[in-house]
């Protein structure tokens, strides 16, 4: 059986600055293993990833119910600590989400503030779900995703001050750690890793800084998020494009 106040305590320690923990995320059962199977020492999930997998978008639309059963099996084929990406957190309450986290195997959690209409949640609102989450009292890491670099309703030269305001309230209400997704600007990123008092997860694009790279500049937690899906998805499509026309004779 999991001891997963253990679990908690090794993924929180697995964030330092300069020394970043890389999370290739997973989306089922098969992905779980093949991620530890090659030795990281944390699996994540991919919200974007298990959503489509089980036919639904990536908007916090998926039923509670689908989420954390596809977190439970991810958890239940892989030893390793499991920190699951549940977008906004479904509709569920503090108490609901984090019960609903703990019993599917998992000791960390993404929670975005996005609102799927092309916003932000306001600051205030934001703050107070992620207090009431840490709240509960069951030991858990909470990764705080901040959305101003992907959201159209940020002005472009806005979006550094509006995300680093975010982390610091973030880590402020209690988050272990915030995540300025889409922000890949070296300068950008150091300036962010300085002003923010915590540890700071960065998106890893396969055509951006290296993990080194990103390490040099405080980083201490790198996600690939929907990236390794993407890569799957591309070489099914290639792999099944070579059938060419002998594809539709195939019973």
């Known amino acids: 059986m999991r001891d997963l106040t253990a679990q908690a305590a090794l993924l929180k320690s697995l964030h330092v600055p300069g020394k970043p923990l890389v999370l290739p995320n997973s989306w089922d059962a098969a992905t779980a293993r093949l991620v530890e199977g090659l030795g990281f020492p944390v699996v994540a999930t991919s919200s974007y990833a298990v959503a489509a997998a089980a036919g639904y978008p990536d908007d916090n639309s998926m039923p509670p119910a689908v989420a954390f059963a596809g977190v439970a099996a991810i958890a239940a084929a892989t030893t390793a600590p499991v920190t699951a990406d549940l977008e906004a957190g479904y509709g569920l309450s503090a108490a609901e989400f984090t019960s609903a986290l703990l019993a599917a195997g998992a000791v960390g959690c993404n929670l975005e503030d996005g ?3 092309g916003g932000l949640r306001p600051l205030a609102e934001q703050v107070e779900w992620l207090t009431a989450v840490k709240s509960v009292g069951r030991p858990f890491v909470l990764n705080a995703r901040i959305d101003c670099f992907i959201r159209d309703s940020v002005a472009p030269q806005d979006k550094l001050a509006e995300g680093i305001e975010r982390g610091r309230a973030y880590l402020a209400a209690g988050a272990d750690c915030v ?4 922000l890949r600007d070296p ?4 300036e962010f890793t300085s002003a923010v008092p ?3 997860n960065v998106h890893y ?20 998020g929907a990236g390794l899906f993407a890569v799957a998805q591309r070489a099914i499509k290639d792999a099944v494009a070579t059938l060419g026309d002998h594809a539709s004779t195939v019973d």
Do not use: T
Request: avoid cysteine; hydrophobic fraction near 40%; charge should be neutral.
């Open 205 to 224: 694009y396969f055509d951006g800084p290296s993990v080194p790279e990103l390490a040099a500049l405080g980083v201490a937690r790198i996600s690939l």
């Open 179 to 182: 995540y300025p997704i889409g």
């Open 198 to 200: 915590g540890p700071v």
């Open 115 to 117: 609102d799927h209409r």
């Open 187 to 190: 300068a950008q990123i150091k």
